[in-house]
């Protein structure tokens, strides 16, 4: 309908006309109550960021020539950060003289990722800028824990030995133990004696 037309019957109701798409053809408008929709509409970004993790940043130094026990203290720190969840920057600086041994610098990073293969993953192989050498381990995903099956019980019940129990039989290996509710089984017909023909006669 014509906008002239769509703001008065949006006046007469009450409510406001509110531009849902402006660039379709023609326009797509909506008669509502634009207070109530903004306040809607804040409510849930609120949500939104509360259920948001923000990830920060965290950064570990380390040196040429670090000791293996300074070296898992730095490792225990950066544990934690990666299972907060945030990212972990590696910086190891090179001082004085310490520029022309690179590679050790490159082996300290190689020990330092192995130590933290179990919470995190380096985004590359670490980096030389300038002075410093600089890893980026991004933390791991959380693991799901596998729901139990429904139905599924882990006990495993020991069979009662005086009821109910299978009676080992010398003939045919095994015969059901009493019946329920008092009643007697038939025997199986072959554990019936048959009846030779003089038998037959005799009746």
Do not use: C, W
């Amino acid at each position: 309908m014509l906008l002239e037309s769509a703001l008065s019957l949006a006046d007469r109701q009450g409510f406001d006309l509110v531009l849902i798409s402006p660039t379709a053809n023609p326009p797509v408008a909506k008669i509502m109550d634009y207070g109530k929709f903004r306040y809607d509409q804040q409510k849930r970004e609120k949500e939104a960021k509360k259920k948001q993790k923000v990830i920060e940043v965290k950064e570990i130094r380390l040196s040429t020539f670090i000791e293996q026990h300074d070296l898992e203290v730095k490792g225990t720190m950066a544990k934690k950060f990666l299972t907060d969840g945030d990212k972990l920057k590696v910086s190891l600086r090179f001082k004085g003289r310490e520029r022309g041994r690179t590679e050790r610098g490159f082996e300290v990073m190689q020990r330092f990722a192995e130590l933290m293969k179990e919470f995190g993953t380096p985004e590359k192989t670490p980096v030389l800028e300038g002075r410093s050498l600089i890893m980026v381990i991004n933390p791991l995903p959380p693991k799901k824990d596998k729901p139990a099956q429904a139905g599924t019980n882990t006990e495993t019940e020991k069979p009662d030995d005086t009821d109910g129990a299978a009676i080992p039989d010398e003939n045919h290996g095994q015969v059901e133990g009493p019946a329920e509710n008092g009643q007697e089984k038939a025997a199986p017909a072959h554990n019936k004696k048959q009846r030779g023909p003089s038998e037959e006669m005799d009746l």
